[in-house]
């Protein structure tokens, strides 16, 4: 059989055998050229500090980041389950690629998960307030801006556009140097600290 490993002995005529020599038998047909199935059930877990999953048993585990560089390695158990610790935690939302390698060299179709984002937004920047009314600034794109005045009450928002940039009316107009509240609250629901 292709690639199997056959002890070998030699025996005289009195029936002395000698020591075993290992032979390993010619591969005839390529060997296996065979990928394992892509990664499934993957899940970051653990306040995104680990991957699990399922594949081929034995396989060597490769997860990639956004930029396609190697960030954490690990080995499928026997059972077909694996868990590999990522560190730093990957907590901003970003998709991971996973693929298996098996031990001729095979590497399977990655298989991807996004890990859930737990990061808030920065701090809102270059804050103006036009006539008390237009209030202007700079923040995370596609995060909603709320200004809320000192009693909590929500005066003003709106949304940072691809810019960077927002614009919004504040109602009723604070003029007087008032006290506010400016937050940036991303699609995932994390809330800058306040201003």
């Known amino acids: ?35 394992p199935e892509a990664p499934t059930n993957l899940v970051i877990g653990v306040a995104g500090s680990q991957l699990s999953g399922r594949g081929e048993a034995g396989t060597s585990v490769q997860v990639r980041d956004d930029a396609g560089t190697v960030i954490a390695t690990g080995t499928v158990n026997p059972d077909g389950t694996f868990a590999i610790t990522l560190n730093p935690a990957i907590t901003d939302g970003s998709t991971l690629q996973v693929t298996l390698t098996d031990a001729a060299g095979n590497i399977s179709q990655p298989g991807s998960v996004t890990s859930a984002d737990l990061l808030p937004p920065a701090q809102p920047t270059d804050l103006a307030l036009a006539d008390g009314v ?35 009316t504040l109602s009723p107009a604070q003029a007087n140097g008032e006290a506010l509240d400016v937050r940036l609250v991303d699609a995932a629901g994390n809330a800058s600290a306040p201003l």
Do not use: H, K, M, Y
């Not at 596609?142 to 005066?155: E, K, P």
């Not at 003003?156 to 927002?166: E, I, N, S």
């Open 1 to 35: 059989i292709d690639g199997e490993v056959l002890q070998v002995t030699a025996t005289d005529a009195a029936g002395n055998a000698s020591t075993a020599s290992n032979l390993t038998a010619p591969d005839i047909d390529g060997g296996d050229t065979t990928p």
């Open 134 to 168: 237009t209030f202007t600034g700079r923040g995370e794109p596609g995060a909603t801006v709320q200004v809320r005045d000192a009693a909590g009450n929500l005066i003003g928002t709106g949304v940072v556009g691809a810019d960077g940039l927002f614009s919004l």
